[in-house]
Nanobody, 125 residues
Framework: QAQLVESGGGLVQPGGSLRLSCVASGITFSSYAMGWFRQAPGKEREFVAAITKSGGARSYADSVQGRFTISRDNAKNTVFLQMDSLKREDTAVYSC??????????????????WGLGTQVTVSS
């Protein structure tokens, strides 16, 4: 069965960087667009970034544009989220997700078929 496993979260000071990874198994990874979402306590899950099946196009939330970079390695069934210039408001559980369709609905959780359990990112001094 499909499984997505995130790693790379942790505690970082404001202005610092983290690189999240998400390894997929049980799916043909190159047939899926991939997304990253996050959820802070008491808030709804929100879109962070997405990347097409080939990696040729990317989308970002306005709140992370210019600070976060999504990438993928189809040979390793892995999608990455490089997070730089982190802010306290970036604190959340970050989850990766897979969808066979990269459309205008890429920003919405309901468009994704498979989800990881998430990794905690805490930005604090």
């Amino acid at each position: 069965q499909a499984q997505l496993v995130e790693s790379g979260g942790g505690l970082v000071q404001p202005g610092g960087s983290l690189r999240l990874s998400c390894v997929a198994s049980g799916i043909t990874f190159s047939s899926y667009a991939m997304g990253w979402f996050r959820q802070a306590p008491g808030k709804e899950r929100e879109f962070v970034a997405a990347i097409t099946k080939s990696g040729g196009a990317r989308s970002y939330a306005d709140s992370v544009q210019g600070r976060f970079t999504i990438s993928r390695d189809n040979a390793k069934n892995t999608v990455f989220l490089q997070m730089d210039s982190l802010k306290r408001e970036d604190t959340a559980v970050y989850s990766c997700a897979a969808t066979p369709r990269y459309t205008s609905d890429i920003y919405y959780p309901h468009s994704y078929d498979y989800w990881g359990l998430g990794t905690q990112v805490t930005v604090s001094s």
